[in-house]
Every structure is written in C-alpha cells, then in structure tokens.
C-alpha cells in the first residue's frame, strides 16, 4: 500500500480542469479504491473543498501538483477529459490513465493507476464521484 501513496492523494484531490463547467462554491468528493489481491473495496473516503472562481479557471490539468507525479497528457472534449500521469517514486515508477465526466453540479469517473516495478504488474483502479453543496463557507 505504501507505494501507492501518490494515487492515494490523487483519490482525495478534486479532478479540475480547464474550461470546466464546474461551478465554483464547497464540494463533497467520494472515492472508492479497488486493490488487486484483495476481495472487498477499502471504505470510501470522502473529503469536502472549496474551489474559488479563480481556481476553477486556472487549473489546468486534473489533480492539483502531487510530489513526484506529472501529467503526461490531458485532452478536454466536451464535458469529457481524459489524462495520462506518471508517479516517480523511491524505487519504482507509477503509470496513470483517467477520465472523469463532469457537469455544473456533480461529476464522475476513474482512474487506473499500475506500478511495474515487482515482478508482475499492479494495478490500482480509484472510482470517484463529486457533487456541489453550495456556497463556501
């Protein structure tokens, strides 16, 4: 689990992106992490954040800068973006693809991250869901 600690964070940013019909205001975020080899999902893990006007104009890559992760790639079509990230950890290298439908009020997606490293290739998949509350606080 502990290299998997850069998609961990990826699962409690808020996937953001550029000319995002997001409206600005408090959001509520889920996500569910599905890890191979084991037969139940880890407990959802919800987290809540403000996101300013500004923020939502300026961002322009899904996730906000995690150490050692870099977007590779990061296409917006409609109210669909798709994106490739790699991870550089201590003694192995993370590769992530993603792609999150979003609305005003709410979005959903996914994300696949797989760690090569060991002998056989892991893969970690994080399903997310957000919706608008309201204004911030």
Not at 37 to 51: E, H, L, N, S, Y
Not at 105 to 128: C, I, L, N, W
Request: charged share 15%; aromatic share 8%; with cysteine.
């Amino acid at each position: 689990m502990r290299r998997f600690a850069p998609a961990l964070l990826f699962a409690l940013a808020s996937p953001v992106f550029a000319a995002s019909p997001m409206q600005p205001g408090l959001w509520e975020i889920t996500t569910t992490i599905q890890i191979p080899g084991v037969k139940t999902d880890t407990p959802p893990v919800t987290a809540r954040q403000c996101f300013s006007p500004a923020q939502l104009k300026e961002t322009g890559h899904p996730l906000p800068a995690s150490p050692g992760c870099t977007i590779t790639d990061s296409k917006h079509s409609g109210e669909i973006t798709r994106w490739q990230m790699q991870c550089k950890m201590e003694n192995s290298v993370m590769n992530a693809t993603g792609e999150i439908h979003y609305s005003a009020q709410s979005y959903q997606g996914s994300a696949r991250f797989s760690d090569s490293s060991g002998k056989k290739t892991e893969t970690v998949v994080h399903r997310y869901s957000g919706k608008r509350l309201g204004a911030c606080p």
